[in-house]
C-alpha cells in the first residue's frame, strides 16, 4: 500500500554507484539486467530530456517506439502548472511526439489528486494561476472563488501563474491570514527559459505570501514529493521497482524518484552535469548520456 504524504518530501541522500556500460564488471551487469528487465512504465521529464525548447531530440521518437515494441508503457511529467493537459497535447503533437491525455500528469494533476484524497469535501479554492490551470482544476469538480466573491473559499491553491494579478495576490495572502488552507502546486523558484528575463514561478510567489502572512503552505504534490510518482503508480497499478524516473534535474527529478524509491536516471541533455551530481549530494542510480542509452538497456 502506497502511503500518501501531505508535507512536500525532501531530498533524501541515497548512495549509488552509477557506471557507464562499458565500465561495468560482470556482476554489476547482472544485477543492473534484472533491475532493468523489472520495469514495466517509463517516467519522463519534457524539457530537456525529450526535446530543449521546441526541438525534438533525433533520438526521441525511436525511443518512444522501442517501449511500445517491449510493452513498457510510459508517462510524461512536468512540474509547470501554468499550462493544462490540452495545451501539452498540443505542444508535444507540434512536434509530432506521440501522447495521450492520460500520459501526462503535471503539478496540477498532482494537486487535484492529492486534494481529492486529503481533503475530499474541501472543493471551494481561491486559486492563484492561470486559465488553463483553471480549467484543469474545474474539469475535476472544483468550484473557483473570485477576487469579488462573498463566499469564502476552503482552500487556497498557488500555481505557476503568469498572468498574476495584484490584487488577486492580495486576496489570497488574506484568505490564507483567515486560516483557508494553503496548497503550493510545486516548489520552483524560477522557470528555465533562454529568453533576457526571469520567469518568476510558484516557489517565489509563495515565498512573497510566506512572508505577507507568516503561513507556509501545508502541503506542495509537485517534484520532488513522492505524490507524484504515487499519482502515476495508483494510475497504472506500479509498484515503485517497476518504474524508473527519468530526468535532466537532480534536484527535482532524480530527488522525486529517491523519495518514491524508484530507479532514477539523471540524462545528461539538459540541465544538470556529472560534476553536479558531485557537488549536490544527490546521486541518481544511473547517469546517462541520453535516453538513448536508456533504450539500449532496456532492450
Known amino acids: 500500500?502506497?502511503?500518501?504524504?501531505?508535507?512536500s518530501a525532501q531530498p533524501i541522500s541515497i548512495r549509488h554507484k552509477y557506471v557507464k556500460i562499458e565500465q561495468m564488471t560482470k556482476s554489476t551487469f547482472e544485477s543492473d539486467t534484472k533491475r532493468f528487465a523489472a520495469i514495466r512504465h517509463v517516467v519522463l521529464d519534457m524539457d530537456g530530456t525529450i526535446y530543449c525548447g521546441n526541438e525534438m531530440f533525433p533520438y526521441t521518437l525511436n525511443f518512444l517506439r522501442g517501449l511500445t515494441e517491449r510493452e513498457i508503457g510510459y508517462s510524461f511529467l512536468t512540474n509547470n502548472s501554468s499550462k493544462s493537459i490540452d495545451d501539452y497535447l498540443k505542444h508535444l503533437q507540434k512536434m509530432n511526439i506521440p501522447a495521450q491525455r492520460e500520459q501526462l500528469y503535471t503539478?496540477?494533476?498532482?494537486?487535484?489528486?492529492?486534494?481529492?484524497?486529503?481533503?475530499?469535501?474541501?472543493?471551494?479554492?481561491f486559486l492563484l494561476g492561470t486559465q488553463s490551470l483553471r480549467a484543469e482544476f474545474e474539469r475535476n469538480g472544483f468550484t473557483i472563488i473570485e477576487i469579488d466573491d462573498t463566499d469564502e473559499p476552503d482552500l487556497v491553491v498557488v500555481g505557476f501563474d503568469t498572468s498574476l494579478n495584484y490584487?488577486?495576490?492580495?486576496?489570497?495572502?488574506?484568505?490564507?491570514?483567515?486560516?483557508?488552507?494553503?496548497?503550493?502546486?510545486?516548489?520552483?523558484?524560477?522557470?528555465p527559459?533562454?529568453?533576457?528575463?526571469?520567469?518568476?514561478?510558484?516557489?517565489?510567489?509563495?515565498?512573497?505570501?510566506t512572508q505577507a502572512t507568516g503561513v507556509e503552505p501545508?502541503?506542495?504534490?509537485?517534484?520532488?514529493?513522492?505524490?507524484m510518482l504515487i499519482g502515476i503508480m495508483k494510475r497504472h497499478g506500479l509498484k515503485p521497482h517497476e518504474i524508473v524516473m527519468v530526468g535532466d534535474r537532480l534536484a527535482t527529478d532524480i530527488a522525486l524518484a529517491k523519495n518514491a524509491g524508484?530507479?532514477?536516471?539523471?540524462?545528461?541533455?539538459?540541465?544538470?552535469?556529472?560534476?553536479?551530481?558531485?557537488?549536490?549530494?544527490?546521486?541518481?542510480d544511473y547517469v546517462m548520456e541520453s535516453i538513448e542509452e536508456l533504450g539500449k538497456r532496456l532492450a
Open 193 to 209: 527559459t533562454n529568453l533576457p528575463t526571469i520567469l518568476v514561478d510558484c516557489g517565489a510567489i509563495c515565498t512573497c505570501l
Open 167 to 191: 490584487q488577486a495576490l492580495c486576496k489570497a495572502a488574506w484568505w490564507i491570514s483567515r486560516g483557508k488552507l494553503f496548497i503550493a502546486t510545486h516548489p520552483d523558484q524560477t522557470c
Open 262 to 284: 524508484t530507479m532514477g536516471v539523471l540524462v545528461l541533455t539538459g540541465a544538470s552535469t556529472r560534476e553536479d551530481v558531485e557537488r549536490l549530494g544527490i546521486e541518481p
Open 1 to 7: 500500500m502506497l502511503s500518501l504524504s501531505i508535507q
Open 107 to 125: 503539478s496540477g494533476l498532482s494537486t487535484i489528486d492529492f486534494l481529492r484524497d486529503a481533503y475530499p469535501h474541501q472543493r471551494r479554492i
Open 218 to 227: 501545508i502541503a506542495i504534490p509537485g517534484k520532488p514529493n513522492a505524490l
